[in-house]
């Protein structure tokens, strides 16, 4: 990585060793316990760089904060309604759905990210105690 700081380095290694698709807040919260003195615009600022070069995705999420994933393995997510834990998913490339985007539009597909939305086991659970 070219001219990377500490932040850079603080957030890409907890996005890397998280599997919990942190938003920005939480990144946060996380890089500020070993470097108190960053600030939430530092955090965003890293952030759009490590993005824009491709060591980290963004998720955008509908109605919904930002996440960050640290994988860059091909794979989608899945989003609790409730809670807002997100999952990954790694069955099923869309191969036949990225055919059919080309032919249909007439663009050429670089990327697709699926998000399903749906309930999380716990909050399943507490649904049907409540
Ligand atoms: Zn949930
Ligand atoms: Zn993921």
Do not use: W
Not at 31 to 44: A, E, F, N
Request: glycine residues 6%; hydrophobic residues 35%; charged residues 20%.
């Amino acid at each position: 990585m070219i001219r990377s700081t500490p932040q850079q380095r603080a957030i890409l290694e907890y996005l890397q060793g998280s599997r919990a698709h942190p938003a920005a807040d939480m990144i946060y919260e996380h890089v500020r316990q070993d470097l108190p003195k960053v600030s939430m615009g530092t955090i965003y600022r890293n952030l759009e760089n490590l993005v824009r070069d491709g060591h980290i995705t963004k998720l955008d999420m509908p109605g919904a904060q930002k996440r960050y994933d640290g994988d860059l393995r091909a794979h989608h997510h899945v989003r609790c309604d409730l809670c807002g834990t997100i999952a990954d998913l790694f069955a099923t490339e869309p191969t036949q759905l990225a055919k059919t985007a080309e032919s249909e539009t007439g663009f050429t597909i670089h990327g697709c990210q699926i998000l399903f939305s749906g309930l999380c086991s716990s909050c399943q659970k507490q649904s049907a105690e409540a």
